[in-house]
């Protein structure tokens, strides 16, 4: 990567004579998306959920005196001298690193939010510690599919479900029993999370079962365990005979009633 400076005769005529400034290896390569189109969206709908925060370009933004502004620097400076902290690093990328990370989980902390990294940010989270939280996207990918097609209207409505709380706490806690038995590859870890979501929708409708009409229990039950899919939720399975008993109290409330918000909207 090579980078020059020079004086133009007058705007927009390139200089006659460059001075390079910059001469080196390029230490690591970026692309930018902006999905501005996702608040697009959601504006018509006006979802009390959804706050925007701009916080600028700056590696510290705020103010001096601001926690986060003083919380940031702290961290910053404390990297920054740190030598054993990824010591191979070509320090430009470095400090990038560390002050991106330091900047993106501080301003979440303080909006009590989370927030997603790549690869490259694994130092910092083994550095400071942090447990990697597991969201349920993965548990509940192998119920709907992807996620990401669904109308925001489907979203909306689960999230009102009085069940989405439950559902959402049901997807985590799949995922980090499928994390437990130490999976081998990203198959064997979506094969556990789909094992693990099985057993979890068996156990719901062994729950229900008894609050539901007799035959209609039978069919729902039987349904669930006839399937022994490896990777994929029985679901799609029973979902005929789940729609059939929307009326039921019990079931209504129920975090598969709240996935099935999801599933309907895919036809199963």
Known sequence: MTLAI????????????????????VSNAYLAEFHTGILDELASLEPDWVQTVAIGGQKQPGFVG???????????????????????????????????FNRDATVAAALDASFTSTQLFAPM???????????????????????????????????????????????????????????????????????EVNGGFRAAVEELAPKLPEELAKQVFLGAVATVSVVGAPVAAVAGAVSSV???????????????????????
């Open 125 to 195: 989270i083994e550095h400071g510690g942090a447990e990697p939280d597991r969201a349920g996207s993965e548990a509940l990918s192998l119920i709907v599919g992807d996620v990401g097609t669904l109308p925001w209207e489907a979203v909306l409505e689960f999230r009102d479900h009085k069940g989405s709380r439950e559902a959402r706490d049901q997807l985590r806690e799949f995922e980090r029993l499928a994390i437990e038995s130490e999976p081998q590859d990203a198959y064997e870890y979506l094969r556990r999370i789909a094992f």
């Open 6 to 25: 020079g004086t133009e005769a007058e705007p927009g005529v390139p200089a006659e004579e460059m001075q390079v400034f910059v001469d080196g290896e």
């Open 66 to 100: 601001d926690p986060v502004y003083e919380a940031i620097r702290r961290l910053n400076f404390t990297d920054f001298t740190d030598k054993e902290l990824m010591p191979d690093i070509e320090r430009f990328l470095r400090s990038f690193i560390y002050e991106s």
């Open 246 to 268: 929307s009326e039921s109290r019990a079931f209504s409330r129920s975090w598969i009633s709240a996935v099935m918000v999801l599933t309907d909207d895919r036809g199963c």
